[in-house]
C-alpha cells in the first residue's frame, strides 16, 4: 500500500516537473507575443502561415525572405495603427509607415494591436502582383 502511494506521488511529481519544464520551453517560443501569424516570402508570393489575429490583442506577424531577390511588405493598414518593426536588435516604431523591404534571407517582426475585425492586406511594392492578406478575426466570430 505504502509503495503505490509513494509511486503516485512520484509519478504526479514527474508529470509537473515536465509541464514545468515544456511550459518553459512553449513560453520561449511564444515570448514574441500571444498571438502569431507568420509570411514566408517564397517565389514571389506569400504564404501566410497561422490563421487569424483578434482584434484588440497585441499581435506579431513575422516575415522571412526566402527569395534571393529583396520584397517589399507594405500595407494601407499602417497608417492607422501604431507598429514596432523588429530588425536584428533595431527596433523601429510609430504609425504611417509605408511599410519595410527585406533583403534576402532577411527575417522581421512586426507588432500591432489590430484595432478592429477585417482584413490586414500587403502588397510588396517592388513587385506590384504580390498580394496577401490576413483576417483580423475574433475567436468563435463566423
Ligand atoms: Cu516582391
Known amino acids: 500500500m505504502q509503495t503505490i502511494r509513494r509511486d503516485r506521488i512520484l509519478l504526479s511529481f514527474f508529470f509537473v516537473a515536465s ?5 518553459d520551453a512553449d513560453s520561449t517560443l511564444h515570448a514574441q507575443g500571444p498571438e502569431r501569424v507568420e509570411v514566408i516570402i517564397r517565389n514571389f508570393a506569400y504564404e ?20 534571393r531577390v529583396e520584397h517589399g511588405f507594405v500595407s494601407p493598414f499602417f497608417q ?6 523588429e530588425s536584428g536588435g533595431a527596433t523601429t516604431f ?6 519595410v523591404h527585406l533583403t534576402p534571407e532577411k527575417e522581421i517582426a ?3 494591436i489590430p484595432p478592429r475585425a477585417g482584413k490586414f492586406t500587403f502588397n510588396c ?7 496577401g492578406e490576413v483576417l483580423l478575426l475574433s475567436v468563435g466570430a463566423a
Do not use: C, S, W, Y
Open 94 to 99: 510609430g504609425r504611417g509607415i509605408k511599410g
Open 48 to 67: 501566410v502561415q497561422g490563421g487569424t489575429l483578434p482584434p484588440g490583442v497585441p499581435a506579431t506577424i513575422v516575415l522571412r525572405n526566402l527569395d
Open 110 to 112: 512586426i507588432r500591432f
Open 19 to 23: 509541464f514545468f519544464i515544456f511550459g
Open 125 to 131: 511594392d517592388i513587385h506590384p502582383n504580390m498580394k
Open 80 to 85: 492607422e495603427v501604431d507598429v514596432q518593426v
